[in-house]
């Protein structure tokens, strides 16, 4: 059974600091990473999506990285922002996706 | 460009009631999908249709359904509704092309169903 963990589950900091959020996943078949975004009660938002033949995806402050052979992707937040507080959830797959639990951040000012 | 389109947003049910749920994906895109969302379970997948059929299901009951229309709106329905049917249910729209598999997932703001 394919199984994706995001690590931490929450995370506070003070604005202006650089984040590491961390999801590993237990197979090595060749499918696409998508990083999200949910607000309370919201939809998700796609942030940056890494295709299975890519190994990394830049937009704005934001950075994933895909290693296949050790099961991991992590998403890198520089110079953070209270307006980035929100939960972020990694997904695995291609239109059928498996969602990690998610990693609550909070920026405090 | 308007963005995935769910409706309704919030609805109020009880238990052995059904409910139909729509789903209106990007303009273009042909590929639908729906996943629950609970504080228990995270988000599951529950179904995808892609030119009106059905091409992956997730491990839901039977009383989940849904289908997809030729415009790609697509429907979903839960009948003889459960009080942990209560979820927040999300649509997603990809542009799958029948010839490839990769593609971003674009969600809507979702519609929160609770049973009573």
């Known amino acids: 059974k394919q199984e994706v963990t995001q690590i931490p589950a929450a995370l506070s900091v003070p604005e202006g600091e650089n984040l590491v959020l961390n999801c590993s996943f237990t197979?090595?078949?060749?499918?696409?990473l998508q990083w999200f975004r949910q607000d309370p009660g919201k939809g998700l938002t796609s942030l940056l999506l890494?295709?299975?033949?890519?190994r990394e995806q830049t937009s704005g402050r934001l950075n994933a990285s895909l290693d296949k052979s050790s099961g991991r992707s992590t998403l890198y937040i520089a110079a953070s922002q209270p307006g980035d507080s929100a939960t972020y959830l990694c997904?695995?797959?291609?239109?059928?996706?498996?969602f990690g639990a998610g990693t609550r951040l909070a920026v405090h000012p | 460009k308007a963005g995935v389109t769910q409706t309704p947003r919030y609805l109020i049910k009880t238990r052995g009631q059904q409910v139909t749920l729509s789903c209106s994906p990007i303009?273009?895109?042909?590929?639908v999908s729906w996943y629950q969302q609970t504080p228990g379970q995270g988000l599951q997948f529950l179904f995808e249709?892609?030119?009106?059929?059905?091409?992956n299901k997730g491990n839901f009951p039977g009383r989940f359904s849904g289908r997809q229309f030729s415009n790609s709106r697509s429907e979903m329905n839960v009948s003889t509704l459960e009080l942990g049917d209560s979820a927040l249910y999300l649509c997603?729209?990809?542009?799958?092309?029948?010839?490839?598999?990769?593609?971003?997932?674009?969600f809507g703001e979702g519609s929160r169903l609770t049973v009573l």
């Open positions: 997603a729209s990809s542009r799958k092309l029948a010839t490839a598999n990769t593609g971003e997932l674009f």
């Open positions: 197979d090595s078949a060749i499918y696409n």
């Open positions: 890494i295709q299975s033949s890519q």
């Open positions: 997904a695995r797959g291609y239109n059928k996706l498996i």
């Open positions: 303009s273009g895109h042909r590929s």
């Open positions: 249709y892609f030119s009106e059929t059905q091409r």
